[in-house]
């Protein structure tokens, strides 16, 4: 069965800083992973999915398979960026499109 | 167009009632998954459905949780004989076909008391 791992609850930075939110995953086949967000009182959204590999609001992930991550940067952060980011998986195959999302990660960008 | 609607918005009942939750998805969306977000829980997966079939039923946490779609549009999530630990935020997606970007509607708030 596949996991996806965010290991902090809780991310602050100030506004300007680097950002990275961590995501590890566990799956033995070939993944496709994504990054959704949730800003305050709104819906889920898809931030970006790595085979499209684009860069939405200046926050790009890579995905690692050596180390099973899929980690969400940003280089300079933005107030704007706060709100809840969660990590997930589709297996593929006859997994139907289901998601594996993490525990999710709320972030806090400080002016 | 419209984007996945989803009501109630809230709903606060008594533990041992049963509640219905509806999904109306994006128009031409054939696929629809339910999935649960709850303190301490994160997001977990319920049911999918392609048109009005169910092929993944795996994350039901019960026999207590039953769907339905009709049409290949509408769906209704019922939860029978509500417990506390049903509170929480039950979400409901729709894609284009399955693999493809799913689009979240707002959530039902459930409360149990």
Redesign the interface.
């Given at each position: 069965a596949q996991r996806v791992t965010q290991p902090e609850k809780l991310l602050s930075v100030f506004k300007g800083a680097p950002v990275e939110l961590k995501c590890n995953y566990s799956y033995s086949g070939s993944p496709?992973l994504f990054w959704y967000v949730q800003y305050s009182r709104q819906?889920?959204?898809?931030l970006l999915?790595h085979i499209s590999r684009e860069s939405i609001k200046g926050f790009t992930a890579d995905l690692n398979k050596g180390e099973t991550s899929f980690h969400l940067k940003k280089p300079f952060a933005q107030e704007e960026d706060s709100a809840m980011y969660?990590c997930?998986l589709?297996a593929?195959g006859t997994?139907?499109?289901?998601?594996?999302?993490?525990?999710?990660t709320i972030l806090t960008v400080h002016p | 167009g419209a984007?996945v609607s989803q009501s109630p918005s809230n709903k606060v009942t008594e533990k041992g009632k049963d509640v219905e939750l509806r999904c109306d998805p994006i128009s031409g969306h054939t696929?629809l998954?339910w999935?649960r977000q709850s303190l301490g829980q994160?997001?977990?997966?319920l049911i999918?459905f392609?048109g009005n079939s169910a092929?993944?039923k795996s994350?039901l946490p019960s026999d207590r949780f039953s769907a339905e779609r009709t049409g290949g549009s509408v769906s209704t999530l019922t939860i029978q004989r509500t417990q506390q630990e049903d509170s929480a935020v039950y979400?409901c997606?729709s894609?284009l076909?399955?693999?493809?970007?799913?689009?979240?509607?707002?959530?039902t708030r459930l409360l149990v008391l």
């Open positions: 496709e819906r889920l959204q898809l999915r969660y997930a589709h593929g997994s139907y499109g289901k998601l594996t999302f993490g525990q999710g | 984007g696929a998954y999935y994160g997001l977990e997966f999918y392609q092929p993944d994350g979400l997606a894609s076909s399955p693999g493809e970007t799913q689009y979240f509607g707002p959530g």
